[in-house]
């Protein structure tokens, strides 16, 4: 990748990978990384983990709190990758308010595929199809112009050096 430093928000609806490729993308980058789920209040977590779906109001502290994060790194010119559904276009502006230049990578699947994935977790506080339908629901496909759009079908790896290779095209 060229020089300087660069912010970057791997998103998608739950079971896409955005932890899994979000610390794979950030090794691979010699990045920090933030896992945004760890920043969920308690109440959120605990209305996920009771099969309700947040809405935006639920939502709103926690992306503020994270454009507060990003915006940290900026200010320090350090890079970050973060893994945050980011689910809609006003999600992603209120994440840009820390860094105008934010890069997004959409991780986005069939899903059976997201629904498969939900079922193997067995230690995380999103579960079950209608949460995984409340997502798909709310989810604003990124265009072109506001994110590398990936396929979850492809290995990781694969995944990472394609972003990559697109960071390097820019």
């Known amino acids: 990748m060229k020089e300087g430093t660069v912010r970057i928000v791997v998103m998608g609806v739950s079971g896409s990978g955005k932890s899994c490729i979000g610390e794979c993308l950030a090794e691979r980058l010699g990045v920090v990384y933030i896992d945004g789920d760890d920043y969920h209040s308690p109440a959120n977590i605990a209305k996920m983990a009771s099969g309700i779906p947040l809405d935006d109001d639920d939502r709103r502290e926690w992306l503020e709190t994270l454009a507060e994060h990003i915006a940290a ?14 689910l809609k276009r006003r999600y992603r502006d209120l ?4 860094d105008p230049a934010l890069r997004f990578l959409y991780l986005e699947g069939r899903r059976e595929q997201l629904m498969q994935r939900l079922t193997e977790r067995e230690a995380h506080f999103f579960r079950g199809e209608t949460m995984l339908d409340s997502q798909l629901r709310d989810l604003e496909v990124p265009g072109e112009n506001e994110a590398v759009k990936l396929n979850i079908a492809d290995a990781p790896e694969a995944i990472v050096e394609a972003f990559v290779a697109s960071l390097e095209r820019r």
């Open 73 to 86: 790194y900026r200010r320090r010119d350090v890079s970050l990758v973060l893994a945050c559904s980011a």
């Open 95 to 98: 994440l840009r308010r820390g």
